[in-house]
């Protein structure tokens, strides 16, 4: 790939060129000038959808994208739980954007590196509900719920983690993140709603987002 490009005679005045993958539903990484990564960010994917800069037709592309994809990860033994990674496919020591340091603190599957990152998921499951996909968000959400139990430093009876581990499903980072319950109480709102209070009236200002 040696650059991205939004295609057709009519462009989303919100979408920002350079960012659409061609024949992909999802928004890339990155591009600056001649550098870019066609790598998928769940968090900026998934507030693309809330904001409406993804039209209602991409939203449910992109959604039903995500999980055909976690679920070959799945099936590859490169995810271990219902809920998507933060960043994937995973930076790997032989990709051109792999660093020393994350040898010791940024593998596949941890950390910024694919790890799964419930304040992320939490605007997932959000976004899932802005594309109409109800049943999908509410098993999310109960999955989310599995998620933020555990804990890696404290014992507690809600651990709200700060990562998990892709591949095994275990807490890795720092426990009582206030982000991660505070996204855990956002996405339980929209499925008990089914709306996303602030995003929803975003998209109802975006001509756009209703077509």
């Known amino acids: 790939m040696n650059r991205l490009e939004v295609r057709g005679e009519e462009k989303n005045p919100h979408e920002h060129e350079g960012l659409v993958v061609p024949s992909k539903p999802y ?12 790598r998928f960010d769940l968090l900026g994917n998934s507030l693309a959808i809330l904001t409406g800069i993804a039209s209602p037709h991409r939203a449910r592309d992109l959604v039903a994208w995500i999980e055909a994809e976690c679920e070959a990860m799945r099936d590859r033994g490169e995810l271990a739980v219902d809920l998507p990674p933060c960043l ?3 930076i790997l020591p032989h990709h051109a954007d792999w660093r020393p340091r994350y ?11 694919g790890g799964v990152w419930p304040f992320v998921c939490g605007f997932y499951v959000a976004a899932c509900v ?30 709200f983690n700060e990562w998990i581990h892709a591949q095994t499903g275990q807490p890795s980072g720092r426990d009582w993140q206030t982000w991660s319950a505070a996204m855990y109480l956002y ?9 996303t209070p602030f995003f929803g009236e975003m998209r109802a200002g975006n001509p756009t987002a209703a077509g």
Do not use: I
Request: proline share 5%; charged share 25%.
């Open 27 to 38: 928004y890339a990484l990155y591009s600056y000038k001649v550098l870019n990564s066609d």
């Open 88 to 90: 994937f496919p995973y």
């Open 103 to 113: 040898e010791r603190f940024n593998r596949p599957g941890e950390y910024h590196n």
């Open 130 to 159: 802005a594309a109409g996909r109800m049943g999908l968000a509410r098993r999310k959400l109960l999955a989310l719920t599995e998620l933020v139990k555990p804990w890696h430093e404290n014992e507690a009876e809600w651990g």
């Open 187 to 195: 996405a339980a709102e929209c499925v008990q709603q089914q709306d």
